[in-house]
């Protein structure tokens, strides 16, 4: 897979794809509407951002770029690569529980803190990595 050169996508499946890591300077684009929302994106080598309606989504830093990511009330999944191991925090339900799944391995279960924020850790590989995090 390759970098988002537009920033911003939406994808044929329905889902979208956003970031592009190798940026040496801060891009964003705002207002790219999709599914009846506004989303807001930034990203560049040291992060990448995910705003939906002004509320925050997805944050890695370092920036990182994610592919096909879809969001409902029980998952969040997508793919996502890098250059190096980044931090990846999603806003989820608050004090909830989810297990999380980095390319088919069973990470654990996590629980969201009051803001309900999770954060995790992704290894690259070389490839992107499947990430899985869904509601117990």
């Given amino acids: 897979?390759?970098?988002?050169?537009?920033?911003?996508?939406s994808e044929s499946d329905g889902t979208l794809s956003f970031g592009d890591y190798t940026l040496e300077q801060k891009s964003k684009l705002s207002g790219f509407?999709?599914?009846?929302?506004s989303y807001k994106v930034k990203t560049f080598k040291e992060i990448t951002k995910l705003e939906k309606n002004e509320s925050f989504i997805?944050?890695?830093v370092p920036g990182t770029t994610v592919?096909?990511?879809?969001?409902?009330?029980?998952?969040?999944?997508?793919?996502?690569?890098?250059e190096e191991q980044a931090q990846v925090t999603l806003e989820l339900e608050?004090?909830?529980?989810y297990e999380v799944m980095i390319d088919g391995f069973h990470m654990g279960?996590?629980?969201t803190n009051l803001g309900g924020k999770l954060v995790i850790s992704v290894e690259?590989?070389?490839?992107?990595?499947?990430?899985?995090?869904?509601?117990?």
């Avoid at 509407?33 to 929302?37: H, I, L, S, Y």
């Avoid at 592919?67 to 890098?82: L, R």
């Fill in 1 to 9: 897979m390759a970098v988002i050169s537009e920033l911003i996508r």
């Fill in 33 to 37: 509407e999709f599914q009846g929302d």
């Fill in 58 to 60: 997805y944050e890695s």
């Fill in 67 to 82: 592919h096909h990511m879809k969001v409902t009330d029980q998952m969040i999944e997508f793919q996502v690569e890098g």
């Fill in 94 to 97: 608050a004090e909830s529980e």
């Fill in 109 to 111: 279960t996590m629980k």
């Fill in 124 to 136: 690259f590989t070389g490839k992107p990595e499947s990430v899985v995090v869904k509601k117990m």
